[in-house]
């Protein structure tokens, strides 16, 4: 039987994009991940499917007592899901693409502020998640190390004294966790600065990845930065290295704005000018173009060049035009060129409501 609430979670708005008035969209969210094992029953990769099973029971069983900071939990296996839906889920960060592609004895469970999940017979027999709006690395870390607590006083969890937590993969063993913040850097893009500054974080020991996680490219001037070792650091070790690669990472991203607007005002109009235009009047809109346009109307909003257009309203559209969302707007399954053309007629009729809110 289907769970109450994940029709709920799927009709909500993004809750992780919630931006704070009056400062520029630079970190757009923080999560905390937490890569746990039980004791006593092999890893996902080498488990039985009744072993499997065995596993999602008592994890979903742990998860019926609501923890501090959490509510209850919807839980359901991935054969529960629709393609649609599962798309969704990645979409709004609430699972891997990895463990969409599970079948039975693998799912996800949600609280109902879809700030906590728990992903189940991923890579490791659990991933419990945090992820909240904005530069808030200590709330996640608290959300995700609650839930983290309240588990392992129900069920017990493989753990070396020496070594740490023990994981699935070895570049996690330890802490088990990662920690990432997710930046929107569109000045630093149209500077040609991106890759040298993360190149930066790379040597610092933090991988960047595009927006999706793992596997997925750069869109949207959208990154996401995490750390790459687990082993031999305390978390909030990691975590303050992490908040101080994201606060070079702002300040980068600030002075290129500042940098543009003083010495090439011009053209950072025209190229803000251009997204408006091809938003305002396409009929064919693939998915990574509409997210590049938004990026640019993003920093036009941050920067007094679209009075017209209002910056959370169209961070929920970057959702919208995403395959899952748009389909599931549409109410049917849409080929690519379906999608495009839906798209594109979703972009004209949201800024020609905001042009005759304007009165325009």
Same mark, same amino acid.
């Given at each position: 039987?289907?769970?109450?609430?994940?029709?709920?979670?799927?009709?909500?708005?993004?809750?992780?994009?919630?931006?704070?008035?009056?400062?520029?969209?630079?970190?757009?969210?923080?999560?905390?991940?937490?890569?746990?094992?039980?004791?006593?029953?092999?890893?996902?990769?080498?488990?039985?499917?009744?072993?499997?099973?065995?596993?999602?029971?008592?994890?979903?069983?742990?998860?019926?007592?609501?923890?501090?900071?959490?509510?209850?939990?919807?839980?359901?296996?991935?054969?529960?899901?629709?393609?649609?839906?599962?798309?969704?889920?990645?979409?709004?960060?609430?699972?891997?693409?990895?463990?969409?592609?599970?079948?039975?004895?693998?799912?996800?469970?949600?609280?109902?502020?879809?700030?906590?999940?728990?992903?189940?017979?991923?890579?490791?027999? !659990?991933?419990?998640? *945090? &992820?909240?709006?904005? =530069?808030?690395?200590?709330?996640?870390? %608290?959300? +995700?190390?609650? #839930?983290?607590?309240?588990?392992?006083?129900?069920?017990?969890?493989?753990?070396?004294?020496?070594?740490?937590?023990?994981?699935?993969?070895?570049?996690?063993?330890?802490?088990?966790?990662?920690?990432?913040?997710? !930046?929107?850097?569109? *000045? &630093?893009?149209?500077? =040609?600065?991106?890759?040298?500054?993360? %190149?930066? +974080?790379?040597? #610092?020991?933090?991988?960047?990845?595009?927006?999706?996680?793992?596997?997925?490219?750069?869109?949207?001037?959208?990154?996401?930065?995490?750390?790459?070792?687990?082993?031999?650091?305390?978390?909030?070790?990691?975590?303050?290295?992490?908040? *101080?690669?994201?606060?070079?990472?702002?300040?980068?991203?600030?002075?290129?704005?500042?940098?543009?607007?003083?010495?090439?005002?011009?053209?950072?109009?025209?190229?803000?000018?251009?997204?408006?235009?091809?938003?305002?009047?396409?009929?064919?809109?693939?998915?990574?173009?509409?997210?590049?346009?938004?990026?640019?109307?993003?920093?036009?909003?941050?920067?007094?060049?679209?009075?017209?257009?209002?910056?959370?309203?169209?961070?929920?559209?970057?959702?919208?035009?995403?395959?899952?969302?748009?389909?599931?707007?549409?109410?049917?399954?849409?080929?690519?060129?379906?999608?495009?053309?839906?798209?594109?007629?979703?972009?004209?009729?949201?800024?020609?409501?905001?042009?005759?809110?304007?009165?325009?």
């Amino acid at each position: 039987m289907r769970a109450e609430g994940f029709p709920k979670i799927f009709a909500s708005p993004v809750r992780w994009l919630r931006p704070a008035p009056g400062k520029p969209l630079v970190v757009v969210s923080s999560r905390v991940r937490l890569a746990r094992n039980l004791n006593g029953l092999p890893f996902p990769n080498r488990a039985t499917l009744a072993q499997r099973r065995e596993v999602w029971n008592r994890i979903c069983a742990a998860l019926g007592r609501p923890s501090a900071g959490s509510g209850a939990f919807a839980c359901m296996e991935m054969t529960e899901f629709s393609d649609l839906e599962k798309q969704l889920l990645v979409e709004r960060r609430l699972s891997s693409r990895e463990l969409v592609r599970m079948g039975a004895g693998s799912g996800i469970a949600v609280d109902a502020s879809e700030r906590v999940s728990v992903m189940v017979n991923e890579e490791d027999h !659990l991933r419990i998640q *945090a &992820l909240v709006p904005g =530069a808030g690395l200590n709330e996640a870390w %608290r959300l +995700a190390d609650g #839930l983290d607590s309240a588990l392992g006083r129900r069920r017990t969890f493989a753990y070396d004294p020496q070594l740490g937590y023990l994981t699935a993969c070895p570049s996690n063993v330890g802490t088990g966790m990662r920690a990432s913040v997710m !930046l929107h850097t569109p *000045a &630093l893009a149209m500077s =040609a600065q991106v890759e040298p500054v993360m %190149r930066g +974080a790379n040597e #610092l020991g933090f991988t960047v990845r595009g927006m999706l996680g793992e596997g997925s490219g750069a869109v949207g001037n959208f990154f996401q930065i995490s750390n790459q070792s687990t082993l031999g650091e305390d978390e909030r070790v990691i975590l303050r290295r992490l908040r *101080a690669a994201v606060l070079r990472i702002s300040h980068a991203e600030e002075a290129a704005r500042e940098a543009l607007a003083d010495g090439r005002r011009l053209w950072l109009c025209d190229q803000v000018g251009q997204a408006y235009g091809r938003l305002r009047h396409a009929y064919l809109l693939p998915s990574q173009e509409a997210l590049n346009a938004v990026s640019f109307l993003l920093l036009g909003c941050e920067m007094g060049l679209l009075p017209r257009v209002r910056r959370t309203p169209l961070l929920r559209f970057m959702v919208t035009v995403q395959a899952g969302h748009l389909q599931r707007r549409a109410g049917s399954v849409l080929d690519e060129a379906g999608r495009d053309a839906y798209r594109a007629a979703l972009a004209r009729a949201f800024l020609t409501g905001a042009e005759e809110k304007e009165g325009v």
